[in-house]
């Protein structure tokens, strides 16, 4: 359950795994699900050799073993589904209906409807080809290892909330390149794909929440960050009241200004974002004109170092950064929005920023529409567009506001700088 210090919830480790998170106004569950043998039936999993007790020094090779049929359907049932709703372990001591219309002052209102519950199901896709480690660059999203155990989940989740917000995100487990010196060693292997030094986001999830700054009718927020954006659980925003959800929070009046602190950054995330920024809509600064040309550019000549982005997705990613802040205004000399996404994989970095510009005089101002006829996305594209650069951005400013754009592809170049030109 949230409460009045800021949270960071990580799931890591994922190699097979299914897990699936629900996350509301109230708080966050998750409930990790191991592959074997919950979704395969496999009782031995791998082939392997044991030593033989009756021939000192001879192994006996056992093949995989699996449940039949039914065993497996019950096993899954109890194990995935039972666990789903009521919990089955000291691990997993809530289910989902032990935290929807139950008693509040045992977390049985974690989930209900007015605490706008959404879910995500994390599960793995098919076993990527030996050696290929970046498959998702190779092949499509929504392939799915366990398809039909995948449907039976999202399908329980509707049946527990006809209209729930249920998004199911695939993940690429590691796999030992070929030249791999550990390969032939299973153990050696499971703690590479495991990757425990945290070197890779694939088969990772992490939730982080912020209370409000303060009682004066400030949001509390939370994220949640995938290993890619492909598929995107918006960053949310509300009021806390402490009644309604029976929460350490304080609470609010409800003739309070709306205003919100956006979540913490995690160096680790793909995405950063520190903000802090109203909701209240303003009349734009009388002196606020429509940019034509960017105010400066990023150097392009340092292309040996960094290659640009394609512009389809320059301008994706750009809309994703400008609807995550429609409704935000900023404030005269007020902190930086700073948003940040880092795609590990195919080492690409999208800079966002919104400023204020130093002793500059004015109304704050919309950050999803400064004016009228100028929108945020406007104003990255133009950034990225109107420098002749090879596609690096610079800055576009409108009235009091600078908007800055800077995707950078870093390939495996190292220590290189990108001054403005």
């Not at 960050?225 to 659980?233: A, C, E, K, Q, V």
């Not at 389809?312 to 205004?329: G, I, L, Q, V």
Request: hydrophobic share 30%.
């Amino acid at each position: 359950m949230w409460a009045d210090e800021v949270s960071t919830v990580a799931l890591a480790g994922m190699f097979g795994c299914t897990a699936i998170l629900a996350v509301s106004d109230r708080g966050m569950w998750i409930l990790h699900l191991w592959e074997d043998p919950s979704f395969t039936g496999a009782l031995l999993a791998l082939p392997a050799y044991y030593p033989d007790p009756n021939n000192p020094g001879q192994y006996i090779y056992q093949e995989p073993i699996y449940e039949d049929e039914d065993d497996y359907e019950a096993r899954f049932q109890r194990d995935v589904i039972g666990a789903m709703r009521r919990g089955n372990s000291l691990y997993h001591v809530y289910g989902l209906e032990d935290l929807r219309g139950g008693d509040p002052a045992r977390y049985g209102n974690l989930f209900d409807d007015d605490a706008d519950p959404r879910f995500v199901v994390i599960t793995p896709r098919p076993m990527p080809s030996p050696g290929n480690q970046r498959p998702e660059i190779a092949g499509p999203t929504r392939q799915y290892r366990y398809r039909s155990q995948v449907v039976k989940i999202v399908n329980e989740l509707y049946r527990m909330k006809p209209d729930a917000n249920v998004i199911v995100v695939d993940y690429h487990p590691l796999t030992p390149p070929l030249s791999f010196p550990g390969r032939q060693d299973p153990e050696v292997v499971k703690s590479y794909m495991r990757d425990t030094r945290d070197a890779s986001p694939q088969g990772k999830i992490l939730i982080q929440y912020m209370p409000p700054a303060s009682c004066n009718g400030q949001q509390a927020a939370y994220r949640v960050l995938f290993h890619h954006r492909t598929t995107r659980l918006p960053e949310k925003h509300w009021r806390p009241n402490m009644k309604r959800d029976n929460s350490s929070v304080c609470e609010v009046s409800t003739s309070a200004t709306a205003s919100s602190t956006s979540v913490p950054a995690s160096s680790t995330s793909t995405q950063t974002t520190t903000s802090t920024t109203t909701s209240t809509t303003t009349t734009p600064t009388a002196q606020a004109t429509a940019p034509t040309l960017p105010a400066r550019c990023y150097n392009g000549l340092q292309r040996s170092c960094y290659n640009a982005v394609t512009p389809a997705a320059a301008y994706s990613k750009s809309e994703n950064f400008c609807s995550d802040y429609t409704s935000r205004t900023i404030e005269p000399n007020g902190p930086e929005i700073l948003y940040i996404i880092n795609e590990f994989m195919n080492l690409v970095s999208y800079v966002w920023s919104v400023s204020w510009k130093p002793n500059c005089e004015g109304d704050e101002m919309n950050v999803g529409q400064p004016i009228a006829a100028f929108s945020c996305l406007d104003a990255m594209r133009l950034a990225f567009d109107g420098c002749n650069n090879g596609g690096h951005g610079g800055t576009v400013e409108v009235g009091c506001v600078a908007y800055d754009f800077n995707p950078v592809n870093q390939g495996d170049a190292t220590g290189c700088s990108l001054p403005f030109s």
